[in-house]
């Protein structure tokens, strides 16, 4: 068994009084995927977006590669190899797909200043992989269709060489065609190496791609399993009742 | 899309600046006729050009303001207070202008920071912040001096704001043109060179050399006409007005900064998107307190400007200018609801906005209706901005 790509120890998270994330203990191996389902507001994207670095930890450890780390920014996150795709794109969408794959980390020249053309052409070269028909890379994001939206986030993880991904519900807004394309997208990556967590409602998605599921309610940790274990019906009861399958063995690491 | 041809979409003109362009020209021509010829004679150009600068300085940044989502309604009454402080400093104190035009400098960019702290680092609307400026501000303008007048007397600094002796001369205003024409040209060279580099395709020549002739054509003309102007009692053409060319300094660095620049571009990321700029590590607080920071910058050098023009500092200097320099970056395009805007639009919209002020003024138009107008060019304006973008899907 290979060591834990990321393991999330006592991570607690409130938010005024409100306890969004509470003692929740979870990790993630190379080559994973490991959906994370529950929920709206039972603390999925919370602790998602605190190992991301876009909220600060109120207690626990993070330990990514066997390395206790402190993830303070977005930034940390990005060294460490955590990249997201959240639910909203976090695009801007007034700039272009390329601004928008390279913002925050624009590749620049010897003078410190913004290399478009090199940017340009590096985004090309991801795009393509994604969709060979997306060509209109210098028009702003917001005129763009969902699915070509997804390609420019998706592309962002591509790019920056993710070791730890997370993506929030990346199928919710696309047609069959685009959900076809992340479900391929996310073997590949999962052939790489590359550790997938996957905050998803939909039931197909889960059961074809994740290796092991972990069900939150109220903050909490319902419990994780391989997803081979366990039924449908069984997660359903999780999600909404918070009652464990009786008779199914855990599985909190792989 | 819109039934533009191919070869047109790949240049990424900006159509929205060449209609502005269009609107100037129709203002300018219909000024002419009704003013018999005056409008567009060499003094009155020249004259434009040099009263549109200071507002011009302060729009181009508070283009960058508004796109970031924030707006800054305080601009007159800082660049009343600093202009004051510097006059006061020369001509009371005895400073010579450089060090008072430094220290000058020091308080915009610390009343910037203090706004501009106030606002990223607590989440105060800048609406806010700005208003309270706008006020506290015009009664620093007074404490300084005490309401009285401070006058400048220092011919050098004099030429800055234009003026008698306030431009630089024939020779110079071509060499200027020459240089900037060649510019242009290498310009456009080097990015043909750097995307085909890059295996980006570029446009043909011609229609490359085309878009490069336009601006410059636009820079010899405005050229010959400075050159044409010559004050009665002197005996060489004025060329172009040192306040112009300041802004015209100020417009090409802020246009780098614009597009050139990391900064540049987490300005507009933020006034996109907040939360994704956020998201993806950009730092808001860090990007927004810059931009107040260079606000200040070129507070002062817009407060420089104007005193030099008007030979001192008084505490009423720049009253309601932030209502023109707002107009301008409006009717120059800048959304309201921020994350786009340009620079060279706000140009524009401030020569606009001039232009149709002077025009009122020449055909002897009361104050009362010129505001009446003005006020309603700017709705216009507005109202254009939110026609265009709901019919290019660009929604506000």
């Known amino acids: ?254 | 899309m819109s039934p533009v041809p191919h070869v047109l979409r790949q240049l990424a003109i900006d159509w929205r600046l060449v209609l502005m362009g269009a609107v100037l020209v129709v203002t300018a021509l219909v000024f002419n006729v009704l003013s018999g010829g005056l409008f567009l004679s060499p003094e009155n150009l020249y004259n434009i050009a040099q009263q549109t600068a200071v507002v011009g300085i302060v729009a181009t940044v508070v283009v960058l303001v508004i796109v970031a989502r924030h707006i800054d309604l305080s601009v007159g009454s800082v660049m009343g207070f600093v202009g004051v402080l510097i006059a006061t400093l020369m001509y009371t104190a005895g400073w010579h202008w450089v060090e008072a035009s430094l220290a000058g400098l020091a308080v915009a960019i610390g009343v910037s920071l203090y706004q501009g702290a106030l606002t990223a680092m607590l989440g105060v609307p800048s609406f806010v912040v700005t208003l309270g400026g706008l006020m506290s501000f015009r009664g620093a303008a007074f404490l300084v001096a005490d309401g009285k007048t401070q006058p400048v007397s220092d011919v050098f600094f004099q030429r800055l704001g234009g003026g008698f002796d306030g431009a630089i001369g024939v020779q110079a205003s071509w060499a200027l043109a020459a240089a900037l024409v060649v510019l242009f040209g290498l310009k456009n060279w080097l990015r043909r060179r750097a995307k085909a580099s890059y295996g980006v395709p570029n446009p043909p020549v011609w229609l490359d050399a085309l878009v490069a002739a336009v601006p410059a054509l636009i820079v010899v003309g405005f050229v010959a006409t400075m050159n044409a102007y010559q004050i009665p009692t002197k005996d060489a053409p004025q060329g172009v007005p040192i306040p112009v060319l300041i802004w015209g300094g100020v417009a090409v660095a802020l246009s780098f900064i614009v597009h050139r620049t990391r900064f540049g571009r987490y300005v507009f990321a933020i006034g996109g998107n907040p939360e994704a700029a956020a998201l993806v590590g950009i730092p808001v607080r860090r990007v927004t307190l810059m931009l107040f920071a260079l606000m200040g910058v070129l507070i002062t050098i817009a407060a420089v400007v104007s005193i030099a023009r008007l030979n001192a500092g008084t505490n009423s200097l720049g009253t309601g200018m932030e209502l023109f320099v707002i107009a301008a970056a409006v009717i120059g395009g800048t959304a309201l609801a921020g994350g786009s805007g340009s620079i060279l639009g706000s140009v524009l919209g401030a020569l606009i906005m001039q232009s149709i002020d002077s025009g009122l003024l020449l055909l002897d138009i009361s104050i009362g209706l010129r505001y009446v107008i003005i006020g309603q060019v700017l709705i216009a304006a507005v109202v254009f901005d939110v026609v265009y973008r709901r019919v290019t899907g660009d929604a506000a």
């Open chain 1, 1 to 254: 068994m290979s060591a834990p790509l990321v393991e999330l120890r006592h991570i607690r998270k409130s938010f005024g009084g409100v306890r969004a994330v509470d003692d929740v203990s979870l990790s993630l191996h190379p080559g994973e995927v490991v959906a994370l389902l529950g929920h709206n507001g039972a603390g999925k994207s919370t602790l998602m977006k605190m190992l991301a670095g876009a909220y600060p930890i109120d207690s626990g450890e993070v330990r990514v590669q066997g390395q206790d780390v402190h993830i303070r920014s977005p930034i940390d996150a990005q060294r460490l190899g955590i990249e997201s795709i959240y639910q909203t794109l976090a695009l801007a969408d007034n700039l272009d797909a390329v601004a928008n794959l390279f913002l925050g980390r624009e590749l620049l020249t010897r003078w410190n200043t913004l290399d478009d053309h090199r940017m340009d052409a590096e985004a090309r070269k991801v795009f393509e992989r994604l969709n060979k028909n997306f060509r209109n890379v210098r028009t702003p994001v917001r005129r763009l269709s969902g699915g070509q939206r997804q390609v420019v986030a998706i592309s962002r993880a591509i790019y920056f060489n993710a070791r730890i991904l997370i993506m929030d519900e990346p199928t919710a807004a696309l047609g069959p065609e685009e959900t076809a394309m992340v479900g391929r997208l996310v073997r590949q990556l999962k052939d790489e190496g590359v550790g997938i967590f996957l905050i998803t409602h939909d039931m197909p998605d889960v059961f074809a791609l994740s290796d092991r599921l972990a069900v939150m309610k109220n903050g909490r940790l319902v419990g994780a399993y391989r997803t081979a274990d366990v039924t449908e019906d069984e997660v359903l009861g999780m999600i909404i009742a918070g009652k464990q399958p009786e008779g199914k063995a855990q599985a909190h690491s792989r």
